[in-house]
């Protein structure tokens, strides 16, 4: 088993699976601790686990101060805004690659602080904030925060409205950058800057 006693992980553990696990918010509390005491937990997937906001603002702050941790599964979680919003302050300081927070209560205001954090991140390549509930405003803002982040090329969402499919499609294609933002999401796919029907 990948945790040893007193809440510490093995050192030569870099991916960590415990999704369905029954976890819920005071086992997130713990695993944010060992990840805090680790350095080298790498990948961890938690999904579908309860961990609330509670957990995801224990799990957050491990991921502010972690050297190592570059993805972490959060989906289905009972994540609300307030969780979300946790992960907004993390993403600007911690080194994460890859975050899925899909089919969790963000909402707009979850959405809102996440977006807002990429404008200063330059490390978040992918995220996935598929059936998330984020309406029209969480669209509008994760379209600015697309104009100014140069690092995030994958991003997996539910479009609300058709506005707001076009409104994400045109920052997109209207960015300069190394390589384009691949936008996914049901019956959406825009890819290379072009904006289509998957």
């Known amino acids: ?18 999704s369905s696990n029954g976890v819920g918010p005071g086992g ?20 579908r686990n309860l961990i609330g906001d509670a957990g995801a603002a224990e799990l957050a702050s491990a991921v502010a101060s972690s050297p190592s941790l570059t993805l972490l599964d959060l989906a289905n979680n009972s994540i609300g ?8 302050e993390a993403l600007a300081k911690g080194r994460l690659v890859d975050l899925n927070l899909s089919e969790n ?21 992918a995220l996935d904030l598929q059936l998330t509930g984020m309406g029209d405003e969480g ?17 997996v969402v539910t479009f609300p409205s058709a506005d707001a499919l076009m409104s994400m499609g045109t920052a997109i294609k209207d960015t300069p950058r190394c390589s384009p933002v691949v936008l996914e999401g049901p019956g959406t796919r825009l890819a290379e800057g072009a904006v289509g029907e998957a």
């Open 1 to 18: 088993e990948g945790i040893a006693r007193g809440g510490r992980l093995s050192r030569s553990l870099t991916r960590l699976d415990l």
């Open 105 to 125: 209560a963000v909402l707009d205001a979850g959405a809102v602080s996440i977006a807002e954090s990429l404008h200063e991140n330059t490390v978040l390549t």
């Open 28 to 47: 997130a509390a713990a695993m944010g601790a060992a990840i805090r005491a680790s350095g080298c937990l790498r990948e961890l997937v938690i999904s």
């Open 139 to 155: 669209c509008v803002a994760m379209g600015r925060a697309v104009r100014c982040n140069r690092s995030l090329q994958r991003l």
């Open 81 to 88: 805004p307030s969780g979300a919003a946790s992960f907004g």
